[in-house]
Protein backbone atom coordinates (compact mmCIF):
# COMPACT_ATOMS: atom_id res chain seq x y z
CA UNK A 1 0.00 0.00 0.00
CA UNK A 2 1.58 3.40 -0.80
CA UNK A 3 0.49 6.97 0.41
CA UNK A 4 -0.63 8.97 -2.57
CA UNK A 5 -1.90 11.93 -0.88
CA UNK A 6 1.33 15.18 -1.18
CA UNK A 7 0.21 16.55 1.77
CA UNK A 8 0.65 13.41 3.91
CA UNK A 9 3.80 13.38 5.67
CA UNK A 10 4.61 10.08 4.33
CA UNK A 11 3.70 10.72 1.02
CA UNK A 12 5.49 8.36 -1.88
CA UNK A 13 6.39 5.87 0.42
CA UNK A 14 5.29 2.18 0.40
CA UNK A 15 3.93 0.22 3.69
CA UNK A 16 2.81 -3.63 4.81
CA UNK A 17 -0.80 -3.02 5.17
CA UNK A 18 -2.13 -4.66 8.47
CA UNK A 19 -6.05 -3.95 8.61
CA UNK A 20 -8.38 -1.45 7.49
CA UNK A 21 -11.93 -0.08 8.48
CA UNK A 22 -14.95 0.82 6.78
CA UNK A 23 -15.67 4.08 8.98
CA UNK A 24 -18.84 3.61 10.14
CA UNK A 25 -18.55 6.22 13.30
CA UNK A 26 -15.49 8.09 11.66
CA UNK A 27 -13.71 8.28 8.41
CA UNK A 28 -12.22 5.11 7.40
CA UNK A 29 -9.06 4.49 7.79
CA UNK A 30 -5.88 2.17 7.47
CA UNK A 31 -3.37 0.29 10.18
CA UNK A 32 0.33 -0.02 8.20
CA UNK A 33 3.33 -1.12 9.80
CA UNK A 34 5.78 1.73 10.08
CA UNK A 35 9.09 0.99 11.27
CA UNK A 36 10.44 -0.75 14.27
CA UNK A 37 6.97 -2.29 14.68
CA UNK A 38 5.24 0.52 15.17
CA UNK A 39 1.61 0.47 14.13
CA UNK A 40 0.24 3.48 12.29
CA UNK A 41 -3.15 4.89 11.66
CA UNK A 42 -3.97 6.63 7.81
CA UNK A 43 -6.73 7.87 6.69
CA UNK A 44 -7.83 5.58 3.66
CA UNK A 45 -8.12 8.39 1.05
CA UNK A 46 -4.78 9.13 1.53
CA UNK A 47 -3.68 5.63 0.34
CA UNK A 48 -3.61 3.89 -3.36
CA UNK A 49 -6.69 1.70 -1.82
CA UNK A 50 -8.95 4.46 -1.77
CA UNK A 51 -10.84 4.81 -5.31
CA UNK A 52 -9.98 8.61 -4.82
CA UNK A 53 -6.78 8.02 -4.68
CA UNK A 54 -6.06 9.56 -8.13
CA UNK A 55 -7.93 12.59 -7.55
CA UNK A 56 -5.20 14.24 -5.37
CA UNK A 57 -3.41 17.06 -6.62
CA UNK A 58 0.56 17.09 -7.77
CA UNK A 59 1.55 20.03 -5.41
CA UNK A 60 1.78 20.12 -2.01
CA UNK A 61 0.10 23.24 -1.15
CA UNK A 62 -3.41 24.23 -1.50
CA UNK A 63 -4.68 26.37 -4.01
CA UNK A 64 -5.45 28.95 -0.80
CA UNK A 65 -2.13 28.10 0.26
CA UNK A 66 -0.89 29.08 -3.04
CA UNK A 67 -3.01 32.27 -2.72
CA UNK A 68 -1.73 33.40 0.48
CA UNK A 69 2.09 32.85 -0.05
CA UNK A 70 1.85 34.73 -3.62
CA UNK A 71 -0.13 37.50 -1.68
CA UNK A 72 2.92 37.96 0.89
CA UNK A 73 5.15 38.08 -2.07
CA UNK A 74 3.42 40.94 -3.23
CA UNK A 75 3.33 42.86 0.23
CA UNK A 76 6.32 42.45 0.63
CA UNK A 77 8.33 43.36 -2.58
CA UNK A 78 9.98 47.01 -1.87
CA UNK A 79 8.45 49.78 -3.49
CA UNK A 80 9.68 50.85 -6.58
CA UNK A 81 12.60 53.58 -6.45
CA UNK A 82 11.52 56.83 -7.54
CA UNK A 83 13.61 58.18 -9.92
CA UNK A 84 15.28 62.04 -9.03
CA UNK A 85 14.45 65.03 -11.55
CA UNK A 86 16.70 65.85 -13.40
CA UNK A 87 17.19 68.46 -16.42
CA UNK A 88 16.05 71.90 -16.56
CA UNK A 89 13.80 71.84 -13.10
CA UNK A 90 16.80 71.00 -11.30
CA UNK A 91 19.45 73.46 -13.00
CA UNK A 92 16.81 76.39 -12.20
CA UNK A 93 17.12 75.06 -8.10
CA UNK A 94 20.55 74.76 -8.02
CA UNK A 95 21.05 78.47 -9.76
CA UNK A 96 18.75 80.06 -7.47
CA UNK A 97 20.56 78.50 -4.81
CA UNK A 98 24.48 79.61 -6.17
CA UNK A 99 22.77 83.61 -6.86
CA UNK A 100 21.94 83.75 -3.33
CA UNK A 101 25.24 82.82 -2.30
Do not use: W, Y
Not at 3 to 27: C, I, M
Not at 52 to 68: G, M, T, Y
Not at 69 to 86: D, G, I, M, N, Y
Amino acid sequence: MEVVDPAHPLFGQRFELLSATRGLSDAPHVFIRFRDGITLRVPLRATSLSPCAQEFPRAKLSLIAVQELLALVKEHQPCPRRQAKSGTDSRRKSDKRSSKN
